[in-house]
């Protein structure tokens, strides 16, 4: 095909055109399929497995791709045209139900009919053409888009939006805004002096100030330097860099029965503020007083951690006590996963935090924020595109859909049924599942190695159910929000499964 800068006027209406007809008629068939293959998203029945996973096909492109990039972290290729809904299909035919969803990332699943008909719409044609520079040329219905879609889901209390192009640069923003309030509020009315501008370029104070970000141990913001600073999941997001030395508070490491182990859990999460606490108090000593503070409602790359409402509430309360600003990683937790479109709701607390950051299920990265957090000057929270409106095309029937069909009460409701089948699994194979904890379909359980771990994972996936790892031996499922009860229920049958196999060898 040639490239579109060689195609003359008639030539690339001609283009445009075809390809409009071909979405139209995807589109139109999609349409005309019965309610029950709607709802269902076309999906197949079930898994059908024809080679090993990685078969001959993907073998054969991560040799190839090898020679260009390094493909150590590549697991298979897919096949996304023939992917649908809760079923991945990988280039050597194989089937699987997936219980990953591209690391939490697809709300409707694959090739959904909402999803294809708002691509198939010629009046989107030109916002996914035309890619804005949207801090300097947004749209005209950019405004109309932010009230249809983030706005209209905003977490209570939250009425300022940024959109963003990932989940790691709405965190690092995210970051910038707290920063620069933190400065503001020191200031007072004060404008920046001149030595504080010139000092700023050159990386030095009192332009650059030496203010620091608290972070908890076991949690993942993300891969640039500043949201790295605050990740501490795995040594290979952070070997080599030189990333701020920030203050790193303990994350609690809760017993499970949770019921069984009422009075340590208290007992930890207590030493666990008051650890957040002195670090406050140290870095304050040391001339590097915390500006912000940054925790994941469940610690997800980190191995699914969770902590009650009780220490989220006590962190807030020592945040509007020292004047730290809270922070609030939805990235991966926020987008109805939970139960709750947002995880923090689940928490009851006083006020809404000062930011939240989404990206993944939401399509779009961002963060809501205060007002208190608004930058005064123009370029201060800025990069070229700060998002994609034509991800809030696709977000708002992302929206539309989980209104319509109820499906924060589904993720509820199918949540329950994940856990309790773990529960059952765990108690049934106590030496192979342990901790067995959910929140929504944000549900975990831990193996007693990462060998065993990896070796489940390995054999679900030759039964076809692909699922992922998190932690050191975490299993994390995070499926789409049109995975339904029997879908759990497979997941459920094919890890018993793979359990009873293991058990008997």
């Not at 009230?147 to 300022?160: D, E, I, M, N, Y």
């Not at 009192?206 to 600073?229: D, E, I, V």
């Not at 915390?290 to 610690?299: L, R, S, T, Y």
Request: neutral net charge; glycine residues 8%; contains cysteine.
């Amino acid at each position: 095909m040639a490239h579109i800068s060689h195609l003359g006027k008639g030539r690339l209406a001609q283009y445009v055109k075809e390809g409009l007809k071909r979405c139209q008629s995807i589109s139109a068939a999609v349409a005309e399929k019965p309610q029950r293959d709607q709802d269902h998203n076309e999906e197949p029945a079930g898994p059908r497995m024809v080679t090993e996973v990685p078969g001959p096909r993907t073998r054969e492109l991560v040799k190839e791709i090898g020679n260009y990039q390094n493909s150590d972290a590549i697991h298979f290729f897919v096949d996304y045209d023939r992917s649908k809904g809760n079923y991945i299909v990988d280039v050597d035919g194989n089937t699987m139900l997936d219980v990953f969803t591209q690391i939490a990332s697809l709300p409707l699943g694959y090739n959904h009919p909402k999803i294809v008909q708002a691509m198939s719409d010629p009046q989107n044609l030109s916002t996914f053409i035309n890619r804005p520079a949207l801090g300097s040329y947004p749209p005209a219905d950019f405004v109309d888009r932010l009230l249809k879609t983030l706005l209209s889901v905003a977490p209570p209390g939250l009425h300022q939006v940024q959109t963003m192009g990932c989940g790691t640069c709405s965190i690092e923003s995210g970051q910038k805004a707290i920063f620069m309030a933190y400065q503001r509020r020191k200031r007072g009315d004060r404008l920046p002096t001149e030595d504080e501008m010139t000092t700023s370029l050159l990386n030095q104070e009192p332009g650059s100030p030496k203010l620091s970000f608290l972070s908890f141990t076991n949690g993942f913001h993300g891969r640039c330097m500043g949201a790295l600073g605050m990740s501490h999941a795995k040594w290979f997001h952070k070997l080599d860099f030189p990333v701020p030395d920030w203050p790193i508070a303990p994350f609690p490491q809760l017993k499970y029965p949770l019921e069984e182990h009422v009075r340590e859990n208290e007992q930890e999460e207590s030493r666990c503020l008051e650890q957040v606490r002195d670090l406050i108090e140290k870095y304050s000593q040391r001339g590097e007083p915390v500006a912000g503070m940054c925790v994941e409602p469940v610690q997800s790359e980190g191995g699914d951690n969770h902590a009650s409402p009780a220490f989220f509430q006590g962190l807030q309360d020592i945040c509007k006590e020292t004047g730290i600003y809270l922070m609030i990683d939805e990235v991966q937790t926020g987008g109805a996963a939970s139960g709750k479109f947002w995880a923090h709701e689940h928490f009851n607390l006083k006020s809404s935090p000062d930011v939240v950051t989404f990206s993944k299920k939401m399509l779009s990265g961002g963060f809501y924020f205060t007002d208190e957090l608004r930058p005064t000057e123009g370029y201060r929270i800025y990069n070229t595109w700060i998002g994609d409106p034509s991800k809030l095309i696709l977000l708002e029937q992302v929206i539309s859909e989980v209104k319509n069909k109820q499906l924060v009460a589904t993720a509820a409701e199918v949540g329950q049924v994940l856990l309790k089948g773990l529960k059952d699994l765990q108690q049934k194979y106590p030496g192979l599942l342990q901790k067995a904890r959910g929140l929504g379909t944000l549900c975990a359980v831990d193996m007693p190695t990462v060998a065993i771990r990896d070796q489940i994972i390995t054999k679900m996936r030759s039964k076809g159910v692909h699922t992922g790892g998190s932690g050191v031996k975490t299993l994390r499922l995070r499926p789409s929000l049109i995975f339904k009860k029997h879908h759990a229920e497979m997941f459920l049958e094919t890890l018993g499964s793979v359990l009873k196999d293991m058990e008997q060898k």
